[in-house]
Nanobody
Framework: QVQLVESGGGLVQPGGSLRLSCVAS????????IDWYRQAPGKERALVAA????????NYADSVKGRFTISQDNAKNTVYLQMNSLKPEDTAVYYC???????????WGQGTQVTVSS
């Protein structure tokens, strides 16, 4: 069973940084792409960043390019989302999912809340 657990969220001031973690269990981590999504109040869930199963390819939403970095540590079965220069509009619940091709193999977890506010 594919399971992912997000952590690392919190309250941060504008311009600050956070690093989110997505820890995987129950599956061969390295054969899945991992996506980070976020959902702000009153808005639909949106893709923020993605990393291929090998880690050799990454993609970002235009709104976070140059500020967020996705990376993975296969030895720890963990994908990270480093978020710098945070803005109030980055406030959302952040989720990670496992994917092969276009098929999502993990259920949505509880996510981790990120709040950017002064």
């Amino acid at each position: 069973q594919v399971q992912l657990v997000e952590s690392g969220g919190g309250l941060v001031q504008p311009g600050g940084s956070l690093r989110l973690s997505c820890v995987a269990s129950g599956f061969t981590f390295s054969i899945y792409a991992i996506d980070w999504y976020r959902q702000a109040p009153g808005k639909e869930r949106a893709l923020v960043a993605a990393i291929s199963s090998t880690g050799g390819s990454t993609n970002y939403a235009d709104s976070v390019k140059g500020r967020f970095t996705i990376s993975q540590d296969n030895a720890k079965n963990t994908v990270y989302l480093q978020m710098n220069s945070l803005k109030p509009e980055d406030t959302a619940v952040y989720y990670c999912t496992a994917r092969r091709g276009t098929i999502q193999y993990s259920d949505w977890g509880q996510g981790t809340q990120v709040t950017v506010s002064s």
